[in-house]
C-alpha cells in the first residue's frame, strides 16, 4: 500500500523527539495465532457474548455516557467528550461511512489529551485540508481488520493496521499497550467498548507510523 503518510509522520516523530526503546530487536516467539488479527467470532451473536462474558451487559461507561452495542463505533465515539478531537479528524478525513460499515473494526482511539500532547503545528498540520490523504493513513493506523478485545491481545503481538503498518501490543501489570515498536507506547485507558461493527479501546496517546 502506497505510504501515503510517511513525510508527516517523519515530522510528527522529529518534533515530537520521542524517545527510542532501544536498537535491539526482540526474537519474535510469539505464535502465528497470536499474531493473527482474525476473530474467530464475529457475528452478532458473539458481540452479545462478549457483553456477557464482560459482564456488562449495558454498555461500558464512556465519559458518563453507556456505550452501547446496538450503536456503530461512530455513534458511540459521537456520544463520548473525550474523543470529540479524534470524531472531528475521522470526519474530515472522510473515514465515517467507513467506520459507520458491516466491519468489524478493532478501533484504538485517542483521547483529545492524547491529541494534546501533540505539538500545536503538528495537530494544525493534520487539520490542513491539503494533508486529508496523510491524516487518513494516521487514522487508518489506530485501526485493525477484525474484533479483537482485549482477551486478545498478547504481550508481543503484532497487529497490521487498515494502512498496512504493523502496530505492537505489550501487556504489563496487566496493563494493554500499543506502540510503533520503536516509541513510548500509549496506554489503553478503557478497554472493550463494544459496538454493533467492532470494539473500541480508549487509549492515551497517538501512535505514529515510523517512516522508513
Keep these: 500500500m502506497k505510504k501515503i503518510f510517511l513525510p508527516l509522520a517523519t515530522a510528527l516523530t522529529l518534533s515530537l523527539g520521542l524517545a527510542s526503546?532501544?536498537?535491539?530487536?526482540?526474537t519474535e516467539t510469539t505464535t502465528a495465532t497470536e499474531n493473527s488479527t482474525a476473530n474467530p467470532a464475529d457475528s452478532v451473536a458473539a458481540m452479545a457474548g462478549d457483553s456477557a462474558r464482560m459482564a456488562k451487559?449495558?454498555?461500558?461507561?464512556?465519559?458518563?455516557?453507556?456505550m452501547t452495542a446496538d450503536k456503530d463505533i461512530v455513534d458511540n465515539a459521537m456520544a463520548a467528550k473525550s474523543v470529540s478531537t479524534l470524531v472531528s479528524l475521522v470526519k474530515q478525513a472522510g473515514l465515517?461511512?467507513?467506520?459507520?460499515?458491516?466491519?468489524?473494526?478493532t478501533v484504538f482511539a485517542p483521547t483529545n489529551a492524547a491529541f494534546a500532547k501533540l505539538p500545536k503545528a503538528a495537530v494544525a498540520a493534520l487539520q490542513d485540508p491539503a494533508n486529508a490523504a496523510k491524516l487518513k493513513g494516521v487514522?487508518?493506523?489506530?485501526?485493525?481488520?477484525?474484533?479483537?478485545?482485549?482477551?486478545d491481545l498478547k504481550d508481543g503481538q503484532e497487529?497490521?493496521?487498515?494502512?498496512?503498518?504493523k502496530l505492537h501490543i505489550s501487556v504489563k501489570d496487566g496493563k494493554v499497550m500499543v506502540s510503533n515498536g520503536k516509541d513510548a507506547p500509549a496506554t489503553v485507558?478503557?478497554?472493550d467498548v463494544?459496538?454493533?461493527?467492532?470494539?473500541?479501546?480508549?487509549?492515551?496517546?497517538?501512535?505514529?507510523?515510523?517512516?522508513?
Design 21 to 26: 526503546c532501544g536498537g535491539d530487536k526482540t
Design 57 to 66: 451487559p449495558g454498555g461500558v461507561m464512556v465519559d458518563g455516557v453507556a
Design 96 to 105: 465515517v461511512e467507513t467506520l459507520k460499515g458491516a466491519g468489524p473494526f
Design 139 to 151: 487514522l487508518t493506523y489506530h485501526v485493525i481488520p477484525g474484533r479483537l478485545v482485549a482477551a
Design 159 to 165: 497487529l497490521t493496521t487498515v494502512n498496512g503498518e
Design 189 to 191: 485507558q478503557i478497554a
Design 194 to 212: 463494544i459496538s454493533k461493527n467492532g470494539v473500541t479501546h480508549v487509549i492515551d496517546g497517538v501512535v505514529l507510523p515510523l517512516a522508513k
